[in-house]
């Protein structure tokens, strides 16, 4: 059981780790550091946290684990802010969407890394933020990723897959570089065209029409479209490496689709449906219920 969590950035993700915990039974105390005094008296009120400042020293005195779950571009300015707190037996993790951008964060802040710093990313989530959204099974069922350093303990990472094992996740490993080409492909890619096909629909002069007849297949293409324009401004400029390969490599495929179409030609439409149908399907098979 941890004696005191402390969560810096209460919103979703923060937030929904704090109950999941809660209901496990497996922390004793949450407080939590954010800047606005009405994110600390919404989670007070919701039985996210047991106390809460605007004060981040305040919030991490007595803490056993520091979990950072701002949007990752205010992740420096944070491990600056916590490094003289930070004590040799505190654990450290993160729930950031980019992994080697944290990593290169908590170098520039800390200098040379604490043994305690295990950089995480549960892949669960929804298109909604705020600490009202938070819900205690967000994390039930869903994997989360750890990216542990070689200067993180054995310890520190066990306990932090510990942490989220009890919230009902499968905790699996990976190296930070590879987080970052696999999430640009799987998840930031499609936040990109989610935003791009939105956009370019809304700025048409029908827009009105377009939104009024579109169905459930345009629903289900965009439901990400409506998650936080801050966090996604920070995630697409944290990964620009990984995320500018994949979406050169759709920009040819999208250009060699249309010139397809221009053509009229048959086959390379139905050979390009086709195998993605297939993979589609088996990908449905394999993971949705
Ligand atoms: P969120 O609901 O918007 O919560 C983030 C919280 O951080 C806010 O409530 C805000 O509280 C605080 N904050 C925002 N900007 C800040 C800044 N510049 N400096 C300090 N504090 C700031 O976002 P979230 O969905 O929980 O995401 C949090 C982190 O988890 C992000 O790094 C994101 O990449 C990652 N993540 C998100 C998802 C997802 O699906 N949403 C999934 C996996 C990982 P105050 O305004 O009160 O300070």
Redesign the pocket.
Known sequence: VIRQLTI?????????LALALKRAGAVERVTA????????DEALKLGVIDAGS?DLAEAVSGAEVVV????????E??FRQLAPHLTADMLLT?????KGS?VAAARQAFGELPTGFVPG???????????A??VADLYQHRRIILTPLETSSHEAVARVRAMWEACGAEVIEMGVAHHDEVLAAT?HLPHMLAYALVDTLARMGESEEIFEFAAGGFRDFTRIAS??P???H??CLANRGALLAVLRRFADDLAQLTQAIEQGDSDYLLQTFTRAKGARDRFAEKFED
């Open positions: 810096i950035g209460l919103g979703l993700i923060g937030g929904s550091c954010a800047r606005r005094q009405e994110t600390l605007t950072v779950a701002t949007p990752v571009g205010a992740m300015s944070i993160d729930v950031g969407s980019t944290v990313h549960p892949i669960a989530g929804t298109e909604d933020s705020g600490v959204a938070a998840s998650s936080s801050a966090m996604w920070d995630i």
